[in-house]
């Protein structure tokens, strides 16, 4: 394990997406959170559609078990009917909001430019971003063309300032790999984190880079993390479908302490 590894506390963060009703939230929760309380080398979030968030916020007062927001507003409040202020997602105790995700993209058609703009609005109401960053880097690995890649972490984090930089956290996850089945290897996401912590250490400092945690999302299962989560630039994993069940969420918690131990 390198060094710089031992900084970064690993993130283990599922997302829900649009799946999951209000008892089996509840019933999740309160078979998760035992075995949680005895974690604390690994971070654990769960995100999850707004309606549900005040209530977890509530059911884990007493759980080191994060809430996270799939999406966010620009604005902190005002006239945007049927969107999310950040500044009321803080309010009722939620520390981190997705961003960006490849869905919102594809289906909301949100851009480079909103989702910096989102960036920007949570950590001003004090939410700490995951932005996710669904370049192919394929065609880095195969061409070392870094462009688009690059791109994309600058344009999301345009106007963030070096103190605030420490609250944000990158997801890679790859558009061909998301609900597809196939992940990335474990050589594929190692390559595109190495290059995302390379962006950030020119776009503020090696140092600063180090610190800053990268995830990889994309079709994550319990038999791949280990192998993804081993590598040097990975700090966890973000999980769609694999993370829908309990068990499997937990065991995802127990394979990333076993990156770090
Ligand atoms: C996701 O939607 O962020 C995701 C990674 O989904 P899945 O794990 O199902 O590919």
């Known amino acids: 394990m390198s060094q710089h590894k031992i900084q970064r506390k690993p993130f283990v963060v599922a997302n829900w997406k649009m799946n999951k009703l209000a008892h089996q939230v509840h019933e999740f929760l309160d078979e998760v959170m035992p075995p949680l309380a005895q974690v604390d080398q690994v971070e654990a ?3 999850a559609q707004d309606i549900f968030l005040a209530d977890m916020v509530r059911q884990t007062a007493d759980s080191p078990l994060q809430v996270v927001a799939e999406n966010v507003h620009w604005e902190d409040y005002g006239a945007y009917t049927g969107e999310t202020s950040p500044r009321a997602l803080a309010d009722i105790g939620v520390r981190y909001v ?3 995700h490849f869905e919102r993209r594809k289906f909301f058609n949100e851009t480079d430019a909103t989702v910096n703009l989102k960036v920007n609005a949570a950590l001003r109401n004090g939410l700490k971003p995951i932005i996710d960053i669904d370049e192919d880097m394929r065609a880095y690995a195969q061409f070392m063309d870094a462009e ?3 791109a994309q972490v600058a344009a999301a984090l345009a106007g963030v300032a070096v103190d ?3 609250n944000v956290t ?5 558009t061909w790999a998301i609900g597809s089945g196939e ?3 474990a050589d594929q996401a190692q390559k595109a984190a190495h290059l995302i912590r390379q962006t950030l250490a ?3 400092s090696p140092v600063i880079a180090e610190k800053i945690r990268i995830l990889y999302g994309g ?3 319990v038999d791949n993390a280990r192998s993804i989560m081993g590598q040097p630039d990975i700090d966890g994993v973000l999980v769609g479908k694999a993370a829908l069940h309990p068990k499997a969420f937990l065991d995802l918690v127990d394979i990333a302490q076993t990156t770090i131990e």
């Open 164 to 166: 605030q930089v420490r």
């Open 202 to 204: 020119h776009l503020y």
């Open 148 to 150: 688009p890649a690059v």
């Open 45 to 47: 979030g769960i995100a």
């Open 170 to 174: 990158i997801a890679y996850e790859p």
């Open 98 to 100: 997705l961003v960006g």
């Open 183 to 185: 992940a990335a290897s």
């Open 219 to 221: 079709s994550v299962t």
